[in-house]
């Protein structure tokens, strides 16, 4: 099997990320053993920090976006941020799943190290030795607010926000959502609005916020959207939307036919699959669900728009610094499945768009990898805040002036959700530029491939004597990542 470079000489390459990765977790697990939190520099007197907006998708994958090359979903609003100022191809969650990965946008941290493991415990808060990054923010005299689908630990209520207005788990009733509201630190009680679109009152309370007067004071604000999460509840407004488009099949919706070639247990037996479900919006059609999918991202699009036209309006945009993403990826129709969980390039894959003309170039592209853990101190480092080195991830701003191919050669995943609505088993693994090592620590069962020659994740190498010494490499590798994540135990 031919390599790009052999793997002793990728384990060289990648030494100096590593080493910069050891030493933040090493500072993390000190951080967390003081309970200490750091501290945070008094903003330099007349300096003027940006304003910052942290619009958050809810499992909208990398390529559902129209500057991504979707053919079929229009978003020229979450395009125009990626068009003026940096557009990542090869950004990434570290944990497929709702709460631990908006827990690690929060943080900057792995999901081993903030004990958000899994989409339970909802009702706990995290711990309170963990900073979150709009905490720092509001120490160095930001107000910070946060709008939308929290869905994190205790939602994050016992935080001091100057403004909240979110909902932790909404359930299934998109079409009479509840929110809680509070200010300056104190969350008032569970409140239902009918009749509306979730994420219209999201933006809505956001707009409001906005134009309150706060003097000179910069200000943090956080637009979590629920579209397009199941059970796909659509506006009204788009109800049309789509109906006579044809929605092509992927090339490997019909693996089950053929006994799912070369993919594990862990994988064969996972209840993720379209149409196998009575009590789950997988008992759909495929068609049905891309097109409610991104019916809802239409509308995402749309009140992304509302917020920056309003910033436009009052001369402020440029003033801001605009980071899109999202909390994972999601299946549609690929291998049959549905939802998010598994380490495979549809799961795994997110956008990641910033825009702040003042330190980013307009049109710039990146091919770099960027994780959810990089959130956080790409925040910080736009406030001019100092990052605390507990943080396990990195600032992505220095990718604006130069791409940099040592940014990040190797990186570590893990999904611990037991049991779950979909069976999908634990797993973890390793992913680099080129190869990708899942583990399903149950079975002790593995899915190895070699992602420039084999992009769709269709033949699994493990256990083929020709990448034998690949999958070695990896393993020990894998485990060496592990161990430099520093764990919290289970509460």
Not at 206 to 211: C, E, K, R, V, Y
């Amino acid at each position: 099997m031919p390599h790009s470079q052999d793997p002793a000489d990728e384990l060289q390459a990648s030494i100096t990320s590593r080493r910069e990765f050891l030493q933040g977790s090493l500072a993390v697990g000190a951080t967390l053993a003081s309970g200490a939190l750091p501290a945070i520099a008094a903003p330099t007197p007349g300096q003027k920090r940006p304003n910052l907006i942290f619009f958050y998708g809810e499992g909208q994958r990398a390529d559902a976006l129209s500057i991504a090359g979707n053919k079929i979903l229009k978003t020229p609003n979450h395009d125009r941020i990626g068009q003026e100022g940096m557009y990542f191809k090869n950004a990434f969650c570290t944990n497929a799943l709702c709460a631990p990965a908006r827990a690690t946008a929060l943080t900057g941290l792995y999901s081993r190290t903030t004990a958000a493991f899994d989409n339970t415990g909802l009702h706990r808060p995290l711990p309170e030795d963990i900073p979150l990054f709009t905490d720092l923010l509001r120490q160095a005299g930001y107000e910070v607010a946060i709008v939308g689908k929290v869905h994190v630990r205790n939602g994050v209520e016992d935080r001091n926000w100057d403004y909240y207005f979110g909902h932790n788990d909404p359930g299934n009733d998109y079409a009479n959502p509840f929110f809680k509201e509070g200010r300056k630190g104190k969350v008032g009680e569970q409140k239902q609005y009918h009749g509306v679109y979730p994420d219209d009152i999201t933006t809505d309370r956001a707009l409001a916020w906005l134009q309150e007067d706060r003097g000179d004071k910069p200000f943090c604000l956080l637009v979590w959207f629920v579209a397009p999460h199941e059970p796909f509840f659509r506006a009204r407004r788009h109800f049309d939307l789509y109906r006579d488009t044809v929605i092509p099949k992927p090339a490997t919706f019909d693996d089950d036919l053929k006994g799912y070639p070369g993919k594990p247990k862990g994988f064969v037996e996972a209840e993720n699959k379209i149409g196998t479900t009575t009590t789950h919006v997988a008992c759909g059609s495929h068609e049905g669900i891309v097109k409610d999918y991104y019916a809802g991202l239409v509308a995402v699009d749309e009140n992304i728009g509302r917020i920056l036209n309003y910033l436009e309006k009052k001369n402020i945009l440029d003033d801001t610094a605009i980071v899109h993403t999202s909390d994972h990826g999601y299946f549609l129709g690929e291998f049959r499945c549905f939802d998010k969980r598994l380490m495979h390039e549809p799961s795994l894959r997110v956008p990641m768009m910033v825009r702040y003309p003042k330190r980013i170039p307009a049109g710039t592209v990146r091919e770099e990898m960027v994780l959810d853990t990089d959130l956080a101190p790409t925040f910080l480092d736009l406030a001019g805040v100092p990052i605390p080195a507990h943080m396990q991830g990195k600032s992505m701003l220095p990718l604006a002036k130069a791409a940099d191919p040592s940014f990040r050669k190797e990186w570590y995943y893990e999904y611990f959700e037991w049991p779950n609505p979909e069976a999908v088993r634990p797993h973890r693994g390793i992913r680099t530029e080129r190869y990708k090592l899942i583990h399903y620590v149950q079975d002790n069962d593995f899915e190895l491939y070699d992602l420039h020659a084999d992009p769709g994740e269709t033949n699994n190498l493990h256990g083929k004597p020709e990448a034998a010494t690949l999958e070695k490499h990896l393993l020990e590798r894998l485990d060496v990542l592990q161990k430099q994540v520093p764990e919290r135990k289970k509460a």
